[in-house]
């Protein structure tokens, strides 16, 4: 990974399990005490399109529809974040994709757990690369 001095984008959402579970505040509240700044923020229910749209990558997998399934069952938190290194940041604060892994300390490892069912339901998504945060701002605030 390079540093960089310039400031970057990440896209976050708050998952079905996180907004359900009042997770919500305690997420951003993680965000802010990082030194990242909200740029964008809103409440939405993700039409199909959008999902499938948001993980293209993901199609075909065996996780694939029942992540759909569980990412349309209620609103999200959708958050545009601001700051150097932010993308990677977030991802660090994140944790583990599954929440049995990630460490205590992460979002996931603090506040995620193993639930029946075949997807990780693990309450935060965070942007992978500088390509994958500009293409999933476009899907979420395509006003932005
Ligand atoms: P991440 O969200 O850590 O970037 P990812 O992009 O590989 O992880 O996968 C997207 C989501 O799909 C992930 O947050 C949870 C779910 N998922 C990934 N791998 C899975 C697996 N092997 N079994 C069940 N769900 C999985
Ligand atoms: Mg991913």
Not at 7 to 23: A, C, N, Q, T, Y
Request: aromatic share 6%.
């Amino acid at each position: 990974m390079t540093d960089t001095n310039t400031s970057e984008r990440s896209l976050v959402l708050i998952k079905p399990d996180g907004f359900r579970r009042g997770l919500t505040g305690e997420v951003i509240r993680r965000i802010e005490a990082k030194g990242y700044t909200l740029a964008a923020l809103a409440i939405v229910t993700p039409t199909r399109e959008q999902l499938a749209a948001h993980y293209a990558e993901h199609e075909g997998k065996p996780f694939y529809e029942p992540l759909l399934d569980f990412m349309s069952s209620g609103p999200v938190t959708a958050a545009v974040i601001e700051g150097q290194e932010c993308i990677r940041g977030f991802r660090s604060l994140a944790g583990a994709t599954k929440p049995t892994d990630a460490a205590p300390g992460t979002i996931r490892g603090d506040l995620g757990r193993k639930w029946a069912g075949t997807v990780d339901e693990n309450i935060v998504h965070g942007s992978d690369s500088p390509e994958s945060a500009e293409r999933e701002i476009g899907i979420w605030f395509p006003e932005l």
